[in-house]
Every structure is written in C-alpha cells, then in structure tokens.
C-alpha cells in the first residue's frame, strides 16, 4: 500500500492508536486523502477481528497497520519513535489511559513540538461523565438529539451515523486538518479535544435556532417540520410496499407535488396550517399507495418536488445517479462509499481495503529508521507482532 496518492494530504504522517467507530472513521478519511495513517493495533487479536474477514471493515481502509504491544515500556518507545517524526496522532481512550500508557500528549508534545494530538472521546475529556462508558445512543441522548429523532411514541437512533460518525470522526478529522494548518503556520502542535457530546450537539445547532424562533415545538417528535410532522416532509409507503422521499418545503415545489398527485385546483388547506397537516398526510398516504415506487419514480424523480426513492443500500450502489458519479467503489468483492470530497487536481482515493493486524509492522519500523537488527529483537521478545 503506497504512503503516498497525491491526495489533498500528501506527505503528512499520522499515526492513530487503533480504536472502534469514531477514530477509525476520522483515519479513513485522512487516508482516503492522501495522509500516510499508521495504524497501531494490538500484537493479539481483539474480539472485534472475530466478527468478520478484516476487509469488511470499511473505515479501517486506506492505512497501514503495524501491532505493538503497548503494555511493554518497549513497546510504547516504538509508537513514540513513530510519533517523533509524525505530524499528528489520533487516540481513542476514555481520559487518562492515553497518560496511564505513557503516550500522553504532554510526552508527546515534549518529544514532538508540532504534533497535533486528537483524542475521540464520547463525554469530553472533562465533566463529571468524563471517565464513563457510552456509546452513540448515549451521547445523542445528552444532546437532546435523540429525543427529536423518531415518531410519536418513542425516539428511535439514527444508526450510530450522529454521535459516532457525524459528531464524532468527521469532527476529529476537522479538527486534526485545522491544527495541522495552524502547526504548518505557527511551528507549534496542540491538543484536538472531539467529543461526540459536542459534535452531535452542533449537529443540532439549526434545530435549536428553530426552537429559539418559537418554530420548532421542543419536546415533542411527530409534529415538526423536519421530523416527519409536515405532510410535505416525511417517506409514504407505495403499492408494493416500498417507500418513497418527499421534501417539498417551498411553494413552487410543493404546488409541483400538488399537481403530480393530482391535488392541484381542489379545495385544499395552506401548506403550513399545522392544524391539517396529520389529516393531509393521511390522505397523501392513500395517494401513494396507488402506485408502486418504481411507477412514482417515473412521475417524480428528477423534477423539483424534491423527490428520492427510499433505497436499500445495495439499490443504492446500482442507482443510475450513484454510478454516473462514480459514487461506490469495489473492494474485494463488495461496494462501499468512495473517498469524498471530490478535489479537481489532488485527487482523492482509496488506497486498498482494511489492512491485516500488523501487516505492515516491518514495512513500517525499517522504513521509519529502525534497523533490521532491532525489527527482529523487538519481535523475538513480543514487544511487535510477528507477521
């Protein structure tokens, strides 16, 4: 796997201290862009390398991966070693334990003065939640994320796409490119603080304007303009029992919608009376359901009702739109999501599929200045993994 693709972050080195969700998220999108991503994992396997062929895990792709057993003091110099001529680090421990196992950002900052040091974390690295476990439902739920998402009678999580993916990895890999370009300017690192709380927070930030605005009904799901409330905004059911997107929030696309499911010139309530909104949306439900999503399509798709098919994600990968753009890539045999964004001159890409645990160990340790000699001592005593 080449360290360098010519992407947008060519020639930057980061070494990330392997994790699960957020982290590996933030280090994929750095690969996928060009950085050289040293991925540190464990010398023995993990319970997550029993669940699947490590190709399958997606966000571990476009890396490199070299395992060390950093409950050695030896162990820890190597990743230090690796760190003393990187340009960032990523870590995903609660508070402390990055301290506790001697690759704190102080140690680091001490032997690396430009490093930029990004810790994921769920709670933040201060709080009296600080130092508690959590996952995505957790963190959403603080937010008040959570509560607004879903129907009437209960929320429902969206995946683990806002606290861990949205709130979490896009913001470290934000906040790694923002430090990098202020180290590049200042000659000094810092540490980058991503807390998921914060993230799906900001997540929100349009929502808590609408509730400041008295437009948004804080407290209740169901009966809001974004939340499936509006008859104009939310999925309908089709005759085959498939489901179909509407977002016809302007008027010129809402009177659009009116006059393709033949609504248009009848006597009919303003669009934003909320007081008919749940009587309306019963009455579009019949309309929908006298078709089959494929016939909707034909009607719908690509005007400006603002109109979508609800796809499976493996539809989604066939869908004439997501193939014109080139939008899924094959890896091993099954598609995932393409690098993204798009650069005209540096391009982006995706360097291969989830290297094996320590895969890369020698490639890694003789390229960045250890000896032979050394490569093959560290490895008799177990302090790397033997590939």
Known sequence: MAGNTGGP??????????????????????????????????TKAHVMDRLADPKFAVHNRSRRSVSVDLQKKEGVEVVMRLIDKADGVTEPFRPGVAERLGLGPDL????????????????????????????DINYIALTGALHA???????????NLVGDFGGGGML????????????????????????????????????????????????????????????????YETKDGKYVSIGSIEPQFYDLLME?????????????????????????????KTRTRD????????????FAPVLTMKEASQHPHAKARNAYVDIQGFPQPAAAPRFSRTKEGVKGPAAKRGQHTDEVLLERGFSSKEVGELKASGVIGAQ
């Not at 999108?29 to 994992?41: E, F, K, P, Q, S």
């Not at 680091?108 to 996952?135: D, I, S």
């Not at 016939?295 to 603002?306: Q, V």
């Open 9 to 42: 972050l060519s020639g930057l080195t980061i070494v990330e201290l392997a994790g699960i969700g957020p982290g590996p998220m933030c280090s994929m999108m750095l690969g996928d862009m060009g950085a050289d991503v040293i991925r540190i994992d464990r």
């Open 108 to 135: 680091c900052l001490a032997r690396n003065p430009k490093l930029v040091y990004g810790r994921m974390t769920g709670w933040g690295q201060e709080g009296p939640l600080a130092k508690a476990a959590g996952h």
């Open 260 to 288: 393709k499911t033949g609504l248009k010139g009848q006597d009919l309530p303003a669009q934003n009376d909320r007081n008919a909104w749940a009587q309306f949306k019963s009455r579009l439900d019949g309309i929908f």
């Open 172 to 235: 470290l890999a934000f906040g790694m490119v923002c430090g990098l370009l202020e180290a590049q300017r200042s000659g000094k690192g810092q540490v980058v603080d991503a807390a998921m709380v914060d993230g799906a927070a900001l997540l929100l930030g349009g929502i808590y304007g609408l509730a400041g605005a008295g437009i948004w009904k804080d407290g209740e799901r169901g009966v809001n303009l974004l939340d499936g409330g509006a008859h104009f905004y939310g999925t």
């Open 149 to 159: 998402i879903g129907g009437k009678d209960k929320p429902t999580p969206p995946l």
């Open 295 to 306: 016939e909707w399509c034909a009607i719908m798709e690509g005007t400006d009702i603002c």
